[in-house]
């Protein structure tokens, strides 16, 4: 469950996720119920789907299983909203217990996207809109092969990620959403607050890559964002303990104990980021942050834990500016 991130987990008496077998659940959305047409994908190998990327290396698949097909795995105690028209969502969400809406978009290879906007975000907004108005949590499930942009984060209750799952996303998202699997993914990149954030798409054969070193997340250390390259929730807590650190000139390991004082098992991926000193010339140059070590714990049960040795070598402590102008 690592392509898969929890962003989201709130409700004024407890986490809305997971879902339990005895609340009714509004499911809102067409991309909840989505079957990719194989034949038509097939006459364009560019194609791609929110259940994968398109290009030379998607894999097509007569035999999705939707969100809704996977959570009826667990329970039938489900009111589907067959349509986007918000008009059905308010009927469906009306009595129920908790509503969960799908959006997606998608992306292919040797393009840009032109937004980051997932095809449903008026949708999402909408319904995000009347649960607060008809006091119903509402999670999000955002099928998305990259960054997207996430207007209605802050009225939502629950975010659940999905990176290109494959056929297998619907049983994916059951899953998680039904407590079947815990939640462990971290964020491989930043979710920004605003599209004007990101580095615009670029139409021309030669483009410049003027950002130099910071590109990807590291575009985003000095800025406001909604959530950061390495986030990720789980359903239970950890408790850090360093054991050893290490002084501003060593070279060695950093040891740290990771310990479940939550009440689900669960996994965590422990981070080592480094920040440079002001004082190291042409620091300017350099991103400030850099991730240099993490690590998977194995699945530890309520009150278990898990000591860490994140080695570091004298390259990882190193700095070397670089300025990089590509044409692609």
């Known amino acids: 469950m690592l392509s898969k991130v929890l962003l989201k987990n709130e409700h004024s008496r407890k986490p809305v996720l997971p879902l339990s077998l005895d609340q009714k659940v509004a499911v809102i ?8 047409d194989v034949t038509d994908q097939e006459e364009v190998w560019t194609a791609g789907s929110y259940y994968g990327i398109g290009g030379t290396s998607r894999v097509l698949s007569p035999d999705d299983i939707s969100i809704l097909d996977g959570m009826r795995r667990y329970t039938e105690n489900l009111v589907r909203s067959p349509t ?8 469906a969400m009306q009595g129920s217990d908790v509503a969960v809406v799908c959006a997606g978009t998608t992306a ?29 949590p509402v999670v999000v499930i955002a ?11 802050a009225e939502a209750t629950g975010i659940l990620m999905m990176f290109p799952s494959g056929q297998m996303t619907g049983l994916a998202a059951a899953d998680l959403l039904f407590g079947a699997r815990m939640p462990a993914g971290k964020l491989p990149l930043t979710i920004p607050q605003e599209e004007s954030d990101a580095l615009r798409p670029c139409a021309e054969r030669n483009c410049p890559y003027q950002e130099q070193l910071f590109s990807g997340w590291l575009l985003y250390t000095s800025r406001d964002v909604a959530f950061p390259f390495g986030y990720g929730l789980s359903y239970t807590t950890f408790e850090y303990k360093p054991t050893k650190l290490l002084g501003p000139t060593e070279v060695g390991s950093v040891h740290v104990t990771i310990k479940n004082v939550g009440q689900k098992p669960g996994r965590e991926i422990v981070q080592l980021y480094m920040r440079y000193p002001s004082s190291v010339p042409d620091i300017q140059e350099e991103p400030a942050t850099q991730l240099r070590r993490f690590h998977r714990t194995r699945e530890l049960q309520p009150g278990e834990a898990e000591d860490v040795v994140l080695k570091l070598s004298a390259r990882d402590m190193s700095v070397k500016a670089l300025v990089m102008v590509r044409d692609t």
Do not use: I, N
């Open 108 to 136: 292919t290879e040797s393009v840009d996207r032109r937004t980051l906007r997932l095809d449903q975000d008026a949708l999402v907004g909408e319904v995000v809109r009347l649960g607060v108005e008809l006091k119903v």
């Open 29 to 36: 959305g067409e991309a909840c119920v989505l079957k990719v």
């Open 84 to 91: 986007d028209l918000t008009g059905f969502a308010r009927k």
């Open 143 to 153: 099928l998305a092969p990259g960054a997207v942009v996430m207007p209605w984060s």
